[in-house]
């Protein structure tokens, strides 16, 4: 059998797969002989091991356990239950990948009846030792017991009322030992037994529940969240205890190397005098700023200004470390990679690199292209936000603006959502339980809790806009109202949240678009030396497309002409066309759409001058032009001359039970040629025209879409040559062009070498294709896939993520087959797929020449392209 349990002196940084990121780094702290107090950690294989023998723990792994634990009471001289001198522990969990809030800690643990005196007498402390034993029983009340923490919350403010104490450290030790009968009678009352007295039991209790904690709801979410694993578990960490609650010569803080908010290269975080570490993170006092522990421990200080730099330097990357000050002396209780805002990520990567820390790569791979949203997206206006009457003034725990109608609760948060609405989350404190809520909302607001409370660190991992600690406001969570000054609001009331500046505003707050510079710049110019795969955008204006480029876009893959026609003055012509009984009624239609056509095209070329532009040709079935209710069709009747009778008619002969498989794609230029003519005659003519004013070479990219025969491609194809070669002898011009298709029909993939030889590009558009290889209707199956992803029968909704097991298999077999009969095939995807990371990454490896996305998510695709190439070049 291997080994299950490892002394802090026995590992390293490298050993995270085994033992959680905690306790390696604990480790690794250890190695390089920083303070860290002494323990063990109990793997990861060992938490596999619980659930596969029915939620036991072996053994073997119990005498593992026992044996570090007679090293830990040989190093720290102290023993476990000893009524002298007892050795007490924390019990934290440590997965493998950061997991904020989401898992359980036990601090004090090895107190009782009989070591909390002994606790009192060795520190000549009652207060410290029964706070202690008090809190210790309230954490393993909630994580062993189950039972929830509110029932002992009631039991601790009780006694805070009755002897009018404003703060906790206000209690006395006799308020302290009331409460500690008060929540002994708790748990007899809800497990039918008393609270455990024997240290050794707590102990195997303790690391059971952390194991039990690893599938709680709220990790299970956070995982699902964050694409890790659940076959990982999570090791234990039992660490000898240091204590921040041992009086004014003591404390507890969380800091980080530089400012997760803004990335600015100081220390950054709170602590606390007098507490302990849970203290700080569950936002139950109001901590102070870090610098300012320099006044109250100057010493302390300066060594932890040490050790803070020790750390980055050795770990090259910004840090989170949690720390105790007992007695006047330091103690490091974790580090770990922080979790930082898409600004302070983009700056701290920059910086380092010009610090020499790290290379240009590391600093590209570090930026999670998702996060790259939190910078695309509106912020307040400068003077509407002037404008705005101001509720409140909180901490600006994670930087944005939001705004939306207010819920209490992260179920009422979800369900408004849901409906439809915007949301902001307000609550005394955020928990982990209401991480679900956390997700749905647009930003969150707490009355408690600081910079580094469990609200502040979730919603700046998650991008959300959270403004924290606002004690101005009373929420009522029950009475589901929120009460500021004289003003009181009641669910469903709008507020607007700046979560760079900490204020509250009354009301929606008008937005505008950000400006992207700086560090911004340098780190995507870096992506752009990187990559292979170039960055298209899917755009059918010249506003989108104008937006597309400014954030980088190479080239438009995919211009949707049928955008285009349902503005007001176009509607009645394409109408026309589409009910039209003879060639000659739908030309005279066309006649008129051509000029608005042209008009449209001339707009994305000037745009986009002679970066390549990729126009599809009409797509969607022609029943989606016409109106869809009797009013609308009155409407027709009255404003064409046509009788209402003939056009309800002609919608319903129009009708198809399965449109999105019927009279559609290339199937409307087989069947009405006059169509493609004219759309290949305001292509041309708008580039010629283009290229002239512009003195720009423009090579037009037309794209026959939903083809599945070589036949059929070859039939529009015919069709486009002839009407192109017209309008290039017509002006005199000697203007290129080329004509592709896009695969999004399976039989199109399975016979793409044959297409092949008709085609000069290949467009997958994976939006049809994965429906129409899932036979999933993307439509009307939302809610299925869902169900499907939550039950893990999907491991992603296919139509977000490529499914790279089929679609994915289409698309390879498609590629190699292109690229056998036109080696020089240009490659392309324009489905949603374009800017999703992933997908991207499967994209670079398939050897596709560029991908095609929304405005908006050009700049992730950029960083996404990068790391492929980086992550092909380490394989």
């Not at 609001?489 to 950000?514: K, M």
């Not at 752009?528 to 438009?556: C, H, M, S, W, Y």
Request: hydrophobic residues 40%; contains cysteine; glycine residues 8%.
């Amino acid at each position: 059998m291997g080994k299950f349990v490892y002394s802090f002196s026995e590992g390293s940084k490298d050993m995270r797969s085994l033992l959680g990121g905690k306790g390696a780094n604990l480790a690794e702290m250890t190695r390089i002989g920083l303070p860290v107090p002494y323990g063990f950690t109990v793997t990861t294989e060992a938490c596999t091991r619980y659930y596969e023998e029915n939620q036991m723990i072996g053994e073997d792994i119990i005498g593992e356990i026992y044996e570090k634990l007679a090293e830990l009471e040989a190093v720290t001289e102290k023993k476990f239950g000893d009524k002298e001198n007892p050795l007490l522990v924390s019990v934290r969990s440590g997965s493998v990948f950061s997991m904020p809030g989401m898992m359980d800690t036990i601090l004090n643990l090895g107190l009782n009846d009989e070591t909390v005196e002994s606790l009192a007498k060795l520190t000549e402390n009652d207060r410290f030792a029964y706070d202690s034993y008090r809190r210790f029983i309230q954490m393993f009340g909630d994580v062993v017991l189950e039972i929830p923490k509110s029932e002992f919350d009631v039991i601790f403010d009780g006694q805070k009322e009755k002897v009018g104490a404003a703060f906790d450290v206000d209690l006395t030790t006799d308020d302290l030992k009331e409460i500690i009968v008060g929540y002994k009678a708790l748990v007899k009352k809800a497990v039918g037994r008393d609270f455990p007295q024997e240290p050794k039991d707590q102990l195997m209790e303790a690391i059971k529940a952390v194991f039990r904690s690893w599938n709680n709801d709220r990790a299970i979410l956070y995982r699902k969240l964050n694409r890790i694993s659940d076959k990982l578990g999570t090791a234990v960490n039992v660490q000898s205890m240091v204590f921040g609650n041992m009086g004014d010569t003591s404390g507890t803080g969380v800091a980080f190397t530089r400012d997760p908010a803004t990335g600015n290269n100081q220390l950054y975080g709170e602590f606390l005098v007098n507490a302990q570490g849970e203290d700080v993170v569950a936002g139950i006092r109001t901590p102070k700023p870090i610098a300012e522990m320099a006044e109250a421990f100057p010493e302390v200080y300066k060594d932890f200004e040490r050790i803070a730099e020790i750390l980055e330097k050795h770990y090259k990357d910004m840090q989170d470390m949690e720390f105790t000050v007992e007695r006047g002396k330091l103690f490091m209780l974790q580090t770990r990679a922080a979790k930082r805002t898409a600004v302070s990520a983009i700056k701290v990567a920059v910086d380092m690199v010009d610090e020499g820390l790290i290379t240009k790569e590391t600093a590209v791979e570090r930026i999670d292209p998702a996060q790259i949203d939190q910078l695309l997206h509106p912020t307040f206006d400068t003077k509407a936000e002037k404008t705005a009457e101001v509720l409140a003034k909180g901490l600006p725990a994670s930087p944005g603006a939001a705004t939306g109608k207010i819920y209490f609760t992260a179920s009422d948060a979800e369900a408004a959502v849901e409906s439809g609405e915007k949301a902001i989350l307000v609550r005394q404190e955020t928990s982990p339980e209401d991480l679900a809520g956390m997700v749905a909302a647009e930003g969150i607001l707490t009355a408690r809790g600081g910079m580094t409370s469990h609200a502040a660190v979730v919603a700046r991992g998650m991008g959300k806009c959270c403004v924290a600690g606002c004690s101005e406001i009373i929420v009522d969570e029950s009475g589901k109202t929120l009460t500021i000054g004289d003003d009181r609001l009641e669910e469903g009331d709008y507020i607007s949240l700046n979560g760079s500046t900490g204020t509250v505003y009354r009301g929606q707050i008008a937005t505008v678009q950000p400006e992207l510079s700086g560090d911004f710049g340098m780190i995507m110019s870096w992506a752009d030396e990187i990559r292979k795969l170039k960055v298209r955008t899917n755009a059918d204006n010249p506003k989108d497309a104008a937006q597309a480029l400014a954030f980088g876009a190479e080239g438009i893959g995919l211009c949707r002409t049928e955008h285009m026609f349902f503005e007001e003055e176009r509607i009645p012509a394409i109408r026309q066309m589409i009910l039209a009984e003879t060639e000659e009624e739908r030309r005279t239609a066309l006649a008129k759409l051509l000029p608005f056509q042209k008009s449209d095209f001339k707009g994305m070329y000037e745009v986009m001058e002679d970066k390549p532009v990729t126009i599809r040709l009409l797509d969607p079935p022609l029943h989606e032009f016409l109106p869809q209710t009797e009013e609308d069709t009155r409407e027709l009747a009255a404003h064409t001359g046509i009788p209402y009778e003939k056009l309800a008619q002609a919608a319903s002969e129009l009708h198809e039970f399965n449109p999105m498989l019927g009279h559609r794609g290339c199937r409307l230029a087989v069947t009405y040629p006059e169509i493609a003519e004219m759309q290949t005659r305001a292509i041309m003519e708008a580039a010629i025209e283009v290229a002239a004013e512009k003195g720009v070479d423009i090579v037009p990219e037309i794209m026959i879409p939903l083809v599945g025969s070589k036949a059929e491609i070859a039939d529009v194809k015919a069709t486009v040559v002839k009407t192109a070669d017209a309008c290039r002898e017509e002006a005199g011009s000697q203007m290129k062009y080329h004509i592709g298709t896009m695969i999004e029909v399976p039989r199109a993939a399975l016979t793409a070498d044959e297409i092949a030889e008709e085609a000069e590009f290949f467009s997958f558009g994976t939006n049809d294709l994965t429906q129409m290889t899932f036979g999933f209707s993307r439509d009307d199956t939302g809610k299925l896939i869902k169900e499907y992803v939550d039950k893990g029968i999907l491991l992603d909704d296919p139509f977000q993520t490529i499914d790279q097991d089929g679609v994915g298999l289409l698309v390879q077999m498609a590629v190699e087959k292109g690229r056998q009969t036109r080696p020089n095939i240009k490659l392309g995807i324009c489905g949603e797929h374009g800017g999703d990371p992933r997908s991207i990454e499967f994209c670079h490896r398939t050897g596709l020449d560029y991908v095609s996305c929304s405005p908006y998510r050009v700049p992730i695709a950029r960083i996404a392209a990068a790391q492929a190439a980086i992550k092909d070049v380490e394989k």
